[in-house]
């Protein structure tokens, strides 16, 4: 199946429109084929993660992503289910500019699943291959796309990333380009963490918070095309004890009362409150965490 074509064009690298920050990669393709608006292909922050996300993995993408569309900063990932749709939807609901960079040819869905995200990405932004129109992807195209994200980019930001993953193979070709990686810290007892907590200890800059993805982007990219002061407001409940432990490491009710010290009756009241608001979701196995049950 493939999309119907808002626009089409066919970046050569000798082209004046062809992105610059591409053509510093070790192996800058030749042509990029682009489905969408050329001009959308700005330096941008790239955000990838896992395909298997945990609830954690996805708030933190939505939160961050969500933060850099409204500051101003266009947000490159690969379309792919988990961490990158996450992000390419977190940055469209707050009016800001994305791009996907696709394995097979930019016209073709995959996954098809994600058939309204590929067109509203192609309406607003852009989605670009190196592959020519309707080819289909490979498995092996996909790693190979991963040096375009990061060509793409003027930092890379890892959200979530097991040991070993092909994610973490947009980090190598970051920093074969020069680029600034950053990383998203996790338990260390979360296999879907080890990645980034890996990257990290290698010299990766550790993001937290807005804050520090601001700071960091200041010095990559500079001032956003908007400077806008805004703080996620799903950022203030995480002074809530049992929200900040459930976020870090979903648990069932008697075992948050046990970790916490706190009487499992309050426990069991306040899951109903932050459930009921939608902060938290009840997951099949009975315990409780942030976002939608993985």
């Not at 040991?163 to 260390?188: F, K, M, N, W």
């Not at 200890?201 to 002061?229: E, K």
């Amino acid at each position: 199946m493939t999309l119907p074509s808002p626009a089409r064009c066919v970046l050569r690298i000798e082209d004046r429109h062809y992105p610059e920050l591409l053509k510093e990669i070790p192996d800058p393709p030749q042509r990029l084929y682009v489905l969408g608006d050329p001009d959308a292909l700005l330096p941008a922050l790239a955000v990838v993660g896992a395909r298997r996300a945990t609830p954690y993995g996805l708030t933190a993408t939505r939160m961050l992503s969500a933060w850099a569309a409204r500051a101003g900063y266009p947000v490159v990932s690969g379309g792919a289910i988990g961490c990158d749709q996450a992000a390419h939807r977190a940055v469209l609901e707050h009016d800001g500019i994305t791009v996907a960079v696709m394995a097979g040819g930019p016209d073709v869905l995959h996954p098809r699943a994600a058939a309204d995200l590929f067109m509203r990405i192609a309406e607003e932004g852009a989605i670009v291959s190196e592959y020519p129109w309707g080819t289909t992807p490979a498995p092996w195209m996909f790693r190979k796309r991963n040096r375009i994200i990061a060509g793409l980019s003027a930092a890379v930001l890892v959200v979530e990333a097991g040991l070993p993953s092909g994610t973490l193979s947009t980090a190598d070709h970051a920093l074969a380009a020069g680029r600034d990686v950053l990383a998203v810290p996790g338990s260390i007892f979360s296999p879907t963490s080890r990645g980034c907590n890996r990257l990290i200890l290698q010299g990766a800059r550790p993001v937290t918070d807005s804050s520090d993805l601001r700071d960091a982007l200041l010095s990559t990219l500079g001032h956003p095309a908007s400077d806008h002061p805004w703080v996620p407001e799903d950022a203030a409940p995480l002074a809530d004890s049992l929200l900040a432990a459930l976020t870090a490491d979903p648990m069932r009710p008697d075992d948050a009362a046990a970790a916490l010290s706190l009487d499992i009756v309050a426990v069991v009241r306040r899951l109903g409150e932050l459930e009921a608001a939608g902060t938290i979701t009840r997951y099949p196995d009975g315990r409780y965490g942030p976002g939608s049950a993985p």
